[in-house]
């Protein structure tokens, strides 16, 4: 079993900042793409940040400039930090990891159970 336990999520003003941590934990031999999607009330759910084992990252351009995806891989740990939030920014955060887990031979995508976060004056 994999599991991912985020966390960091909550009410911030606009303008400001907030970084949610996603920690992966359980049958895990390697970690490859890991992720942020959001999704807000009435949309569909969307690709925010993603990152590879490489370290090669990829942005919404909505959040591009704003956001930073990164990952420790020690801890098997991926990140989002997220500045100068905006209203539009407000929904709820998934965490997303492409897992090889030991004694299999494909990897398969695990979910978090999703971070609220708030952006409100």
């Known amino acids: 079993q994999v599991q991912l336990v985020e966390s960091g999520g909550g009410l911030v003003q606009p303008g400001g900042s907030l970084r949610l941590s996603c920690a992966a934990s359980g049958n895990i031999l390697r970690i490859y793409t890991m992720g942020w999607y959001r999704q807000a009330p009435g949309k569909q759910r969307e690709l925010v940040a993603g990152i590879s084992s490489g370290g090669s990252t990829n942005y919404a351009d909505s959040v591009k400039g704003r956001f930073t995806i990164s990952r420790d891989n020690a801890k098997k740990t991926v990140y989002l930090q997220m500045n100068s939030l905006k209203p539009e920014d407000a929904a709820v955060y998934y965490c997303?990891?492409?897992?090889?887990?030991?004694?299999?031979?494909?990897?398969?995508?695990?979910w978090g159970q999703g971070t609220l976060v708030t952006v409100s004056s």
């Open positions: 997303n990891a492409d897992v090889l887990q030991h004694s299999w031979s494909t990897s398969y995508s695990f």
